[in-house]
C-alpha cells in the first residue's frame, strides 16, 4: 500500500507562512494527483489544492492567491505553500493521492488503484 507522510505543520502567527511538505512511498506506479485537504473541529473536511501529474491545479476559493501546490514527480511529492495565513486557516491539514499501485499475491503482482490519506498535520494560526 501507500504511504504518505505529512510534516511542516505547527503553530504561526496570524499573516505567517508554513510550508506543508508529503512524501509518497510505496509500491506506485504512477501518481494521478495529489492534493490538501483540510478539517477543523466542527466542519466537514475540505479541499485545499490538489495537482494533477499533468501540472493542472485546483483552489478553494478562499486560499486562491495565498496557497500554491506544487509537485516533485521524481520524489512523489507534494507541498503546499500557506501565505498569509489566517486564524480561520487552523485545521488538521491531510495529504491525498490517487495512485496505481502494484498489489502482491500468490502468483504474482497486478496494477489497480488505490486511494491513500496521510496522517494529518496540525496547522494552528494564532497570536
Known amino acids: 500500500q501507500v504511504q504518505l507522510v505529512e510534516s511542516g505543520g505547527g503553530l504561526v502567527q496570524p499573516g505567517g507562512s508554513l510550508r506543508l511538505s508529503c512524501a509518497a512511498s510505496?509500491?506506485?506506479?504512477?501518481?494521478?494527483?495529489m492534493g490538501w485537504y483540510r478539517q477543523a473541529p466542527g466542519k466537514q473536511r475540505e479541499l485545499v489544492a490538489a495537482?494533477?501529474?499533468?501540472?493542472?491545479?485546483n483552489y478553494a476559493a478562499s486560499v486562491k492567491g495565498r496557497f500554491t501546490i506544487s509537485r516533485d514527480n521524481a520524489k512523489n511529492t507534494v507541498y503546499l505553500q500557506m501565505n498569509r495565513l489566517k486564524p480561520d486557516n487552523s485545521a488538521v491539514y491531510y495529504c491525498h493521492a490517487d495512485t496505481v499501485i502494484i498489489r502482491y499475491d500468490d502468483d504474482g503482482g497486478s496494477c489497480s488503484p488505490a486511494a491513500s490519506w496521510g496522517q494529518g498535520t496540525q496547522v494552528t494560526v494564532s497570536s
Open positions: 510505496g509500491s506506485i506506479v504512477s501518481i494521478y494527483a
Open positions: 495537482i494533477t501529474s499533468g501540472g493542472s491545479t
